[in-house]
């Protein structure tokens, strides 16, 4: 049995509303609040939320000696597609040069490291 349910997983940041938007073009949905917490419901997914934190330092990826936190997996149909549609809304590329592995590393605009997964 269960202690507990999964309510929303929080991504510090030092803007919230500008990375929600950032997930909102990737994941769809829609972000509701402003200032130092915005959350972003997702169709049919897990509700995303992001906190204002003054002095955010983004984790290092790949950094063997340095803790990257976490990481998003994001399962796409089209990897390319996929790949352009983020890097148009401001991710950059972490690890994506390898065509023949099944995901892509990327950064969105606060940091955050995240995957792109073929399904």
């Known amino acids: ?3 507990a349910k999964l309510g929303v997983v929080v991504l510090d940041c030092p803007d919230p509303a500008a990375l929600a938007g950032f997930y909102a073009g990737v994941l769809g ?3 509701e609040g402003e200032g130092d917490w915005v959350d972003l ?3 049919g997914g897990q509700a995303l939320a992001f906190q204002k934190a003054p002095g955010f330092v983004p984790p290092k990826w790949p950094a063997p000696d340095d803790s990257q936190q976490f990481h998003l997996d994001l399962v796409v149909p089209d990897l390319d597609a996929a790949e352009q549609g983020v890097l148009e ?3 950059k590329p972490l690890d994506a040069t390898d ?3 099944s995901f892509r ?3 969105d605009p606060a940091g955050h490291p995240f995957c792109l997964c073929a399904s």
Request: glycine content about 12%; charged content about 10%; proline content about 6%.
């Open 1 to 3: 049995m269960a202690l």
């Open 29 to 31: 949905g829609s972000a």
């Open 41 to 43: 419901n997702v169709p």
């Open 89 to 91: 809304l401001g991710a």
């Open 99 to 101: 065509r023949t592995r």
């Open 105 to 107: 590393v990327y950064a």
